[in-house]
């Protein structure tokens, strides 16, 4: 069975600061693993997604993420936050790009001006 | 190129009713599946269909149902409403292939009082 954990479900971080958001995953199978961002009031919009090759992924908006299998981890990072970054972001797992989504609780990044 | 659509955006229903959701899929994408996301937690999944049928399930019951077009696009039906229904329903469709991310719908909102 596929699980992840997002820890923390809070992060406040200075407008211009690093962006780190943590995800840990459980896989029985080697999983695609994916980050998406929810606006207030929105639906998903997928940020980036590691399927195979690279293990550092880069997305949308200045983020990235590293797999690391070894610590069963795909972290989330942006070098500097921007206020538009403030948003839910949701970490996610699955056997196939096209399969079904196993996502994390979620982590609520607040920017600080 | 239009992205998934939702209807309605926002839906108020009493307890033991029945809703039905509606969901276009994305241009050229023939899978739909359907998310429930409570207030404050990640998106769960509920099922999903390709060529008129259910092909994989999640933990959820009977009274959820649904059904796919032949244009592709979808509904989601639930039945005797209880009060822990409520939450923000999404749509995802995708291409059936590998490395085909699901792209996100902006969600009908059902409460239930």
């Known amino acids: 069975a596929q699980s992840v954990t997002q820890l923390g479900s809070h992060v406040s971080v200075s407008e211009g600061a690093l962006v780190l958001l943590r995800c840990n995953y459980s896989?029985?199978?080697?999983?695609?693993l994916f980050w998406y961002v929810q606006y207030p009031n929105q639906g998903l919009q997928l940020l980036l997604k590691?399927?195979?090759?690279?293990?550092l992924v880069k997305g949308i908006n200045g983020f990235e993420a590293e797999f690391k299998k070894s610590e069963t981890s795909f972290h989330l990072t942006k070098p500097s936050a921007h206020m538009s970054d403030a948003a839910e972001y949701f970490c996610?797992?699955?056997?196939?790009?096209?399969?079904?989504?196993?996502f994390g609780g979620g982590t609520r990044l607040m920017v600080k001006p | 190129d239009a992205g998934v659509t939702q209807s309605p955006t926002h839906l108020i229903k009493t307890r033991g009713q029945q809703v039905t959701l509606r969901c276009s899929p994305k241009?050229?994408?023939?899978?739909v599946s359907w998310y429930q996301q409570a207030l404050g937690q990640g998106p769960q999944f509920i099922f999903q269909?390709?060529?008129?049928?259910?092909?994989q399930r999640g933990n959820f019951p009977d009274r959820f149902s649904g059904h796919q077009f032949p244009n592709y696009s979808s509904e989601l039906n639930v039945n005797a409403l209880l009060l822990g229904d409520s939450a923000l329903y999404l749509c995802?469709?995708?291409?059936?292939?590998?490395?085909?991310?699901?792209?996100f719908g902006p969600g009908t909102r059902l409460t239930v009082l």
């Open positions: 995802a469709s995708t291409r059936q292939g590998s490395y085909n991310e699901q792209f």
């Open positions: 896989s029985s199978v080697p999983p695609y």
């Open positions: 590691y399927t195979t090759g690279a293990t």
């Open positions: 996610a797992v699955s056997y196939n790009a096209g399969n079904m989504l196993t």
């Open positions: 241009s050229g994408h023939d899978t």
């Open positions: 269909y390709y060529e008129e049928e259910e092909r």
